[in-house]
C-alpha cells in the first residue's frame, strides 16, 4: 500500500496491523494534535482505501477546500422507501449489462450493505393488543410485490443482507447492533483494524456519529455508487466545534437538548459542515443521549455530527451485548490512533458554537420546522380552551421515530407519566389518535419487564409495530371518518405530536395542519389534554375523578426514578434476544450458492410497485447536460425552505392526484394505494408524485391555492405540474424552477431529484441548497445555481412568465464558477444576472458532461463485468 506505514495494535491477545496515520499527516507537515477527529477519520479512509494517496493527504493536512478528496465508506446501510429504488437501479443495471453482452451476474455490491425495511408500517391499528399483528398483516398484504423484489434481491445479490419488516428502525438498530465502533478485514496473512464509516440512504444517518463512526445521508444515486465500490468525492467542510459546558438541569430529556441545539445550529449557520461535540457537558450524556443529538444533525443543517470514542462509548458496547472483543478493541484501537476523547484536547476547528446545558429548558418544536422552538412556560396563554374537537385539537398523538424511542430514559418517563396519569384517572382526549411505535424490539421488552407497557396501553399508547410511521406520513386514517369530515366541513386547523425529527407541512397526515415536535412524555401529556393551546408547565392537563385539576409536574418522574427503573430493566440479555436473528455482517451467502434465482429480476408489466428503471436506456444516455440550456420555462416558482417532502412526498396519495389516478386507471382501490414512499419503485408512478405536495405553493398561480398546480406557458393554463411537464416534454420545452432559501431541506432521497429530471427540468436557481439535494441533483444531471447574496426573484421582479437561459459554461468549467442567468420577459427584454454554479466538485462536473452519474455507473459496470 503506498505511502502506508503500518503499525501494530493489540487487542484481547491478537495483533492487528493498522495504517500509521499519525506519522503519515506529521511527514506530510500536518499537525495531527490539532486535526479534528473526523478529519484523523477522513485521513487513515484516504491512506488505506486509495492507490495514490499522497495528493488527498496533503489537503486534509492543509485543510484546504480547494480540491476533491475520495471517501470509501467501509459499509452503506438503505432504508426501505430509499433502498428499493436503489434496488431496482441495481436489478436494472443488471439487465443493461446483459444487453451489451457482460455478465449480469457479476453486478452486486461491493461495499457491504444492509438494507432494513422500517417505512412501510402504517397505523392502521391502535388503541388495543392486536394493534401490531394486525398492522404488520396489512403491510405484509399491501407490499408484497416490494417484498417479493426484496426477497430476490437478498437472494440474487452478493455482499447484501436484507432485515425484514418488524426488527426496527434502520437508525437504531445500526447504533444497537450493526457497527462495531472498529471493522476488521484480513488482507492475505494479515489482520488490519480501521475506524467504520458509513453512508446511508437517509438523512438521519447521522445517528451513528453518536458512537464515534462517521457516516451521513446521501441520494440513492450516491449510495449506488458507494455500493459498487466508488469513492465518493468530497470538498472539506468547515469543522465546527460545539462545545457543551454547564451542568444538565433536572428533569432534563436529550429531545430538549436537541431541539435547543437545533434553533442555535440554525441560526448559527452549519449547512454542510461536520460537527464536533466537545467540552465538559460531554462526559454528562449518555450515548442514547447522544445518539438523539447526533440523529437530528440534518435539523441543524449539518453533515455529520460528531462524539469521540470514550468509556460511554464502551459501556454502551457492553450494555448492547457488543463487549469482549469489540469493546476490547474500540478502546486499543482508538488510544493508538488518537481517536479517544483526552487526545483530541489540542484540536482547532473553524469555529466554536457553545451551549451551556444548564440553559435547557423543556420544549418543543413547530408548526413546520424543527429549529422553531418554543420554551414551554413561555406560551402565550389561550384566550379560551375548546371543550371538544376545534382549532387547535391535537388529532394525532405518536410516541415514534429512531430520534427518541432509541433514548431509554425519554419512553421511560413517557411510561412514568402515563402511570401517574392513570393513577388519576386521566384519560386521552376522546378525538386523539394515539399510538406507540419503537425504533426497536428492546424497547417494549424493558417496558415489558418494568410493567409500563400497562400504563402506556391504559392511555392508548399500545405497540402498533415497530418502525417510523408517523414520522415517515406513515400515520393512517385519524381516529374515525366522522373526525376526518367535521374537520374538513368546518375547516378546522388540527394538530399533530410526536417524538418525532421532521414536521415538514404536509408530511405527517393531510389533516394536521400543523406539527410539533417533543419528547415522548409531552406526546402523553398533550394526548390527555387534547389541545395545543395549553402550556403544561402552566395549565392543567385535566380534571381528576374528584375534579381536581392535575398538572403536568405532579406527573413527572424525578431524576432518581428514571436512572432506576433503566438500570433495573435495560440489560445486555434484551438486545442479545432481540437481535439474535439479525447478522452483523452483509452478504453471508456467496452469490455461487444462491441456487434457483434468476440473474435478472422477471419484472412485471403490470406491476404498480416494481417497474423496471428507464434511468439506463436513452433517456438518461451520456449526453453533457449543460449544453442547450436555452430559452427554458418556469415549471414551479417557490418560496423559501422547500423540503424534499414538497418536491417528492412520501405519505398518502390523494385519489384525485395525478398518481392516485394513474394507480386507479391499473385497478388498485383506493384503500389499497399505500403511500408515494412505498411506490418508489415504479417510476410512472413516483414521476406522477413529484411535486405533489398537496401543501406546495407554486407563485406561478395568483390565487394562492395549494397543492401539484402550474401554469402552462405561454397559454397561462392551469393544470397540473405532471400533466404540464407532459405537453413542454412533447414540444421539447426545456424546463427551469424558480426558488427562495434552502431549497431541498429535508430528507435525503434522490426521487426529488429523479423525478425532476423525469419531468424535463434541466436546472434549479435558488437562493441557497440543502447539502444532500445539491449533490442529488448534480448526479442526476440538473445543473444547480445559486443566485449572488441579496438577490433573490423578488428583487429580480419575477413572476414565472419569463424565459431563461445560461451563459458561460466553457469548456474549462470549473466548479463553483460564475456564470450569467438570462432572463428575458413576456415583453421580449433581456436581462443578465449573475449567478454561481454549485457544482461543488470536479466530481459534479464531470456528472453534469455525462449526463448525471449513472451513465458512469453503467460505463464502470460494464468494465467490470466484461473483465470477469
Known amino acids: 500500500m503506498p505511502m502506508s506505514k503500518r503499525r501494530t495494535v493489540s487487542a484481547n491477545g491478537v495483533e492487528y496491523r493498522v495504517s500509521d496515520i499519525r506519522e503519515v499527516v506529521t511527514d506530510l507537515g500536518g499537525d495531527y494534535a490539532t486535526l479534528p477527529y473526523s478529519l484523523r477519520i477522513l485521513a487513515e479512509n484516504v491512506l488505506r482505501g486509495e492507490t495514490d494517496p499522497e495528493a488527498a493527504l496533503k489537503v486534509i493536512c492543509a485543510r484546504s477546500k480547494e480540491f476533491d478528496i475520495p471517501f470509501r465508506p467501509a459499509r452503506v446501510v438503505l432504508q426501505d422507501l430509499l433502498g428499493t429504488p436503489a434496488l431496482v437501479d441495481l436489478a436494472g443495471l443488471r439487465d443493461a449489462v446483459a444487453e451489451k453482452g457482460g455478465n449480469p451476474r457479476l453486478v452486486n455490491p461491493v461495499t457491504p450493505t444492509h438494507l432494513v425495511v422500517d417505512h412501510s408500517l402504517n397505523v392502521e391499528r391502535w388503541g388495543d393488543a392486536s394493534a401490531l399483528a394486525d398492522n404488520e398483516a396489512i403491510e405484509r398484504v399491501r407490499n408484497a410485490e416490494r417484498f417479493q423484489f426484496l426477497n430476490w434481491c437478498n437472494k440474487a445479490f452478493s455482499n447484501l443482507s436484507i432485515i425484514p419488516s418488524g426488527k426496527g428502525i434502520l437508525h437504531q438498530i445500526n447504533l444497537e447492533r450493526l457497527t462495531t465502533v472498529v471493522g476488521t478485514q484480513r488482507r492475505g496473512n494479515e489482520l488490519w483494524a480501521f475506524p467504520d464509516t458509513l453512508v446511508g440512504t437517509d438523512s438521519h444517518t447521522t445517528m451513528i456519529n453518536a458512537i464515534g463512526v462517521l457516516g451521513w445521508g446521501v441520494g440513492g444515486i450516491e449510495a449506488e455508487a458507494a455500493m459498487l465500490g466508488k469513492s465518493l468525492m468530497l470538498r472539506l467542510p468547515d469543522i465546527v466545534g460545539v462545545r457543551l459546558e454547564g451542568n444538565l438541569p433536572g428533569g432534563y430529556l436529550a429531545t430538549d437538548i436537541a431541539l435547543a441545539l437545533t434553533e442555535q445550529l440554525r441560526k448559527a449557520g452549519v449547512i454542510g459542515a461536520f460537527l464536533e461535540f466537545f467540552g465538559p457537558g460531554v462526559a454528562q ?30 459501556h454502551y458496547l457492553r450494555m448492547t451485548g457488543r463487549g469482549g472483543e469489540i469493546s476490547g478493541l474500540t478502546e486499543a484501537y482508538a488510544r493508538a490512533q488518537g481517536l479517544w476523547h483526552d487526545s483530541l484536547a489540542g484540536v482547532e476547528y473553524n469555529r466554536v458554537v457553545t451551549l451551556d446545558l444548564s440553559t435547557v429548558a423543556r420544549s418543543i418544536a413547530g408548526p413546520k420546522q424543527p429549529h422553531q422552538r418554543i420554551v414551554l412556560g413561555q406560551k402565550a396563554p389561550a384566550t379560551q380552551l375548546p371543550g371538544g374537537l376545534d382549532n387547535g385539537s391535537v388529532v394525532l398523538a405518536a410516541i415514534t421515530s429512531c430520534t427518541n424511542t432509541s433514548n431509554p430514559r425519554g419512553v421511560i418517563a413517557a411510561g412514568l407519566v402515563a402511570r401517574n396519569a392513570r393513577k388519576r384517572g386521566l384519560k386521552r382526549a376522546p378525538w386523539v389518535k394515539t399510538s406507540f411505535a419503537p425504533g426497536s424490539r428492546v424497547v417494549s421488552d424493558y417496558l415489558e419487564r418494568s410493567g ?55 408530511r405527517v397526515h393531510p389533516l394536521a395542519r400543523e406539527v410539533f415536535i417533543m419528547s415522548a412524555p409531552l406526546i402523553v401529556a398533550y394526548a390527555i389534554a387534547g389541545t395545543y393551546l395549553i402550556d403544561p408547565e402552566k395549565d392543567a392537563l385535566g380534571l381528576d375523578d374528584d375534579g381536581v385539576p392535575v398538572y403536568l409536574h405532579e406527573l413527572w ?104 389516478q394513474y394507480l386507479q386507471s391499473h385497478g388498485i382501490a383506493v384503500q389499497d394505494f399505500n403511500s408515494y414512499g412505498t411506490r418508489r419503485g415504479n417510476h410512472e ?184
Request: proline share 5%; glycine share 8%.
Open 285 to 314: 450524556l449518555s450515548l442514547a443521549d447522544r445518539g438523539t443529538l447526533s440523529n437530528m444533525a440534518p435539523e441543524f443543517g449539518a453533515t455529520a455530527a460528531m462524539f469521540a470514542i470514550d468509556d460511554r462509548t464502551l
Open 557 to 660: 418522574p424525578s431524576d432518581e426514578e428514571l436512572t432506576q427503573i433503566e438500570a433495573d430493566n435495560l440489560t445486555a440479555d434484551l438486545f442479545d434476544k432481540a437481535y439474535e436473528d439479525v447478522p452483523r455482517e452483509a452478504g453471508l451467502i456467496a452469490s455461487d450458492l444462491r441456487a434457483g434465482v434468476s440473474d435478472q429480476y422477471p419484472w412485471q408489466a403490470n406491476s404498480t410497485y416494481i417497474r423496471k428503471p428507464p434511468y439506463w436506456s436513452d433517456a438518461l444516455s451520456a449526453t453533457d447536460t449543460t449544453q442547450d440550456l436555452s430559452n427554458m420555462r418556469v415549471l414551479a416558482m417557490l418560496s423559501d425552505n422547500i423540503t424534499t417532502d414538497h418536491i417528492s412526498p412520501s405519505g398518502a396519495i390523494l385519489p384525485e392526484s395525478d398518481a392516485g
Open 685 to 868: 408512478a413516483a414521476q406522477r408524485a413529484t411535486f405533489a405536495s398537496p401543501r406546495l405553493k407554486n407563485e406561478l398561480l395568483e390565487d394562492g391555492r395549494e397543492g401539484p398546480w402550474t401554469l402552462l406557458l405561454p397559454e397561462k393554463k392551469v393544470t397540473t405540474i405532471f400533466q404540464a411537464a407532459q405537453i413542454y416534454a412533447q414540444r421539447k420545452q426545456p424546463l427551469i424552477v424558480v426558488a427562495g432559501k434552502e431549497y431541498g431541506s429535508g430528507s435525503s432521497r434522490d426521487w426529488a431529484a429523479k423525478g425532476p429530471r423525469l419531468l424535463g427540468v434541466r436546472v434549479v436557481v435558488a437562493e441557497s441548497f440543502e447539502r444532500i439535494h445539491r449533490t442529488n441533483l448534480a448526479g442526476l444531471g440538473i445543473l444547480p445555481l445559486q443566485f449572488e447574496d441579496g438577490v433573490s426573484r423578488q428583487s429580480l421582479g419575477l413572476n414565472g412568465r419569463e424565459l431563461f437561459s445560461v451563459e458561460g459554461i466553457t469548456q474549462d468549467f470549473q466548479p463553483g464558477a460564475t456564470i450569467t442567468l438570462v432572463i428575458e420577459r413576456e415583453n421580449g427584454e433581456k436581462e443578465r444576472v449573475s449567478v454561481l454554479s454549485r457544482l461543488d466538485t470536479f466530481e459534479d462536473v464531470r456528472y453534469l458532461r455525462s449526463g448525471g452519474l449513472l451513465p458512469q455507473l453503467l460505463i464502470e459496470s460494464m468494465q467490470s463485468a466484461s473483465l470477469n
Open 452 to 506: 409500563l407497557n400497562e400504563d402506556l396501553d391504559a392511555l392508548g399508547f399500545n405497540l402498533v409495530g415497530y418502525g417510523c410511521t408517523t414520522c415517515n406520513g406513515m400515520s393512517g386514517p385519524l381516529l374515525s371518518t366522522e373526525i376526518e369530515d367535521e374537520i374538513r366541513a368546518r375547516k378546522l386547523e388540527t394538530v399533530a405530536a410526536t417524538s418525532g425529527n421532521r414536521n415538514f407541512e404536509g
